[in-house]
């Protein structure tokens, strides 16, 4: 583990991963470390400074399985299909891990002792101003949760594949029409050590400089 705030925050930041396979299913996550998570989630940037963003916090054992039931209706052919166009492509060794470990959780999901849905209090519009400045005021602060409950030993899986069903979850869930679930975070404490810096292309590879497709110079 780093020293410095820079080290550590540079450390969170490359190994706070999407934990599918290594949730603890047999460890409850205290409420209270959560909601301290979701303090500190609560400082990340929001359009208007206005608060319209909730969190849902799910343990009823029922309802887990009933939305890891919606989540697999979909969620099941979805990876299925995936699958197979990765196997059909050839070898792609991280594609197909990503989905192995998928469809893991997918099998697994109603045993994750804690669910979290993360929802706005409005419906996002259709332009792109509407767009950006909707999901730009919730999706920050979902990250800073699943960095602040890394940093506690708690792993969460940012997922979407139940809102394929999601006015059925509105239901189940007693939510209002005018609000939108953002993600599910399946949450459990992690088990092993610590996390391998996913592999993403380098800044200079993905970073244009003053023009489109122009490259940022290489420092003199
Ligand atoms: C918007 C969004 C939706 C996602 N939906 C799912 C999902 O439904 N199920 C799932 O297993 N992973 C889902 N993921 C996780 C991605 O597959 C994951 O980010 C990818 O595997 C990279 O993993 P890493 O962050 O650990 O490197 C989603 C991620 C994002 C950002």
């Known amino acids: 583990m780093a020293n410095s705030p820079v080290e550590s925050l540079d450390y969170f930041l490359t190994t706070t991963k999407q934990v599918r396979r290594r949730l603890d299913l047999t460890r409850q996550v205290p409420t209270d470390v959560v909601l301290e998570c979701i303090d500190l989630a609560s400082r990340a940037p929001i359009g208007g400074n206005l608060e319209r963003n909730r969190w849902l916090l799910i343990d009823d054992a029922e309802t887990r399985l009933a939305l890891a039931d919606l989540y697999s209706r979909f969620g099941r052919g979805y990876l299925e299909a995936g699958q197979k166009q990765i196997e059909s492509m050839g070898n792609d060794s991280t594609a197909a891990r990503v ?122």
Not at 130 to 153: F, H, I, K, N
């Open 99 to 220: 989905v192995e470990s998928s469809m893991y959780l997918l099998e697994h999901l109603h045993e994750v002792p804690l669910m979290i849905i993360p929802i706005k209090l409005d419906r996002p519009g259709t332009t792109t101003f509407e767009q950006a400045t909707y999901w730009g005021s919730v999706t920050p602060g979902v990250w800073s949760l699943q960095l602040a409950l890394r940093a506690r030993g708690i792993g969460s899986a940012w997922t979407t594949l139940h809102l394929q069903h999601e006015e059925d979850a509105a239901e189940l869930l007693g939510l209002p029409v005018s609000v939108t679930q953002i993600a599910l975070l399946p949450t459990a404490y992690f088990t092993g050590d610590g996390f391998h810096p996913a592999r993403r292309r380098r800044a200079q590879e993905i970073t244009y400089y003053n023009r489109w497709k122009e490259p940022v110079p290489a420092p003199t």
